[in-house]
């Protein structure tokens, strides 16, 4: 049973002078609103809703009078096009918050597919963008692993939710993450929950100083509006952006650049 907890949330009244005007730098209008509490909030992911004209704002806070608690917690928001707010959620899993969401992505289905962490586990969101109600909770345990021996999972995530495979119609999720050292790539069938595939690409080298450097860290996942069999990647990777071009069936990969 995932728990929602709205408190701690809420928009600032305040409009600093001239926040309410055009800049007269850039001619943009700037939010008349913020959201948070005394220090440590980080914005991970932010999506542009077209059909509700709205944005979706996740990330994670420490701040104690802006959380539920002063530890780690996921936060998710929307505000209208206006700067306006509309909602905002904190999320539990029963007994341990979801500490960081560090991926999201808008699907076909009109949902907010998130990738987050929890109980030091990655976890997948599906979030109704117009209240932030979950429809879809999967917590990922490592094959064999145990309390006492669990991997560390960075906080550098990507996914992406495709609701009508041009193979065979099936939803799959996609998801791409930073574990310990490597980066792993996971096609999930959303149904049955079922791995179909889990690739794993790392940096062999002696030189502890180039295993970080030299490794593929995942920011976005898109398919290819041209061919519906392919994907891209797109991270960082020897301290440059980095795409990976691969094959949704088998994670072959087409180029990387």
């Not at 509309?86 to 597919?113: E, H, Q």
């Not at 990738?115 to 879809?136: Q, W």
């Not at 993450?177 to 690409?201: A, G, M």
């Not at 290819?224 to 088998?250: Q, T």
């Amino acid at each position: 049973m995932l728990n929602i907890d709205t408190s701690g949330f809420f928009a600032s009244a305040a409009v600093t002078a001239g926040y309410d005007k055009l800049s007269k730098s850039c001619q943009e209008k700037i939010f008349p609103l913020s959201s948070g509490g005394s220090k440590n909030e980080f914005v991970s992911c932010t999506v542009y809703d077209d059909k509700n004209q709205q944005i979706l704002v996740g990330g994670n806070s420490t701040s104690e009078d802006y959380a539920p608690a002063a530890n780690e917690h996921a936060f998710v928001y929307a505000v209208d096009m206006e700067g306006n707010w509309k909602w905002g959620k904190f999320y539990y899993n029963v007994s341990y918050a979801v500490s960081t969401i560090s991926g999201c992505s808008m699907d076909g289905n009109g949902n907010l597919v998130a990738f987050a962490i929890g109980d030091s586990k990655p976890i997948l969101l599906e979030i109704d963008v117009l209240d932030g109600t979950v429809s879809k909770f999967i917590s990922f345990d490592r094959k064999s692993g145990s309390d006492k021996s669990m991997p560390l999972f960075h906080s550098f995530n990507a996914i992406y939710h495709d609701t009508n495979d041009v193979d065979d119609g099936l939803s799959y999720y996609y998801i791409s993450f930073f574990q310990d050292d490597s980066l792993q790539i996971v096609r999930l069938k959303r149904d049955t929950k079922e791995v179909v595939w889990n690739y794993q690409y790392k940096y062999v080298t002696e030189d502890d100083s180039l295993k970080y450097l030299m490794t593929f860290t995942p920011a976005l996942l898109h398919q290819d509006p041209a061919d519906r069999s392919r994907m891209y990647l797109l991270g960082r990777f020897a301290d440059r952006a980095s795409v990976i071009k691969f094959s949704k069936n088998s994670m072959n990969i087409d180029w990387k650049l």
